[in-house]
């Protein structure tokens, strides 16, 4: 049965914008952290952004920092990904997870996989040079 569903990928020149969308029709996901990672071939699967699904904690990775931007629609209950001067580095399948809870330091620990537990299927993006 589906967890989560991500949406919005696609093909985008360098320079552009996306915005991936993240929804959990099997449950509320209400006060899980939410995260997103991202997987290009022959590469290890690496952490984008997270948030608190409560509060206005984020955390970003480097790469990410300063063009990628990540929300929460609670009413909606849908988690967002805007990324913004998209570069053709940023290529990858993204994944959207949820974590019930972080064995530890959120800015720390929401970087790390194995902390969440569930997973979506994945939007390809593919930014062209």
């Known amino acids: 049965q589906v967890q989560l569903v991500e949406s919005g990928g696609g093909l985008v020149q360098a320079g552009g914008s996306l915005r991936l969308s993240c929804v959990a029709p099997?449950?509320?996901?209400?006060?899980?952290?939410m995260g997103w990672f991202r997987q290009a071939p022959g590469k290890e699967r690496e952490f984008v952004a997270a948030?608190?699904?409560?509060?206005?904690?984020?955390a970003y990775a480097d790469s990410a920092k300063g063009r990628f931007t990540i929300s929460r629609d609670n009413a909606k209950n849908t988690v967002y990904l805007q990324m913004n001067s998209l570069k053709p580095e940023d290529t990858a399948a993204y994944y959207c997870?949820?974590?019930?809870?972080?064995?530890?330091?959120?800015?720390?620990?929401?970087?790390?996989?194995?902390?969440?537990?569930?997973w979506g299927q994945g939007t390809q993006v593919t930014v062209s040079s």
């Open positions: 948030i608190r699904w409560t509060g206005s904690n984020t």
């Open positions: 997870a949820a974590a019930g809870y972080y064995s530890g330091s959120f800015y720390e620990k929401a970087r790390d996989a194995h902390e969440y537990e569930y």
């Open positions: 099997g449950r509320t996901f209400s006060s899980y952290g």
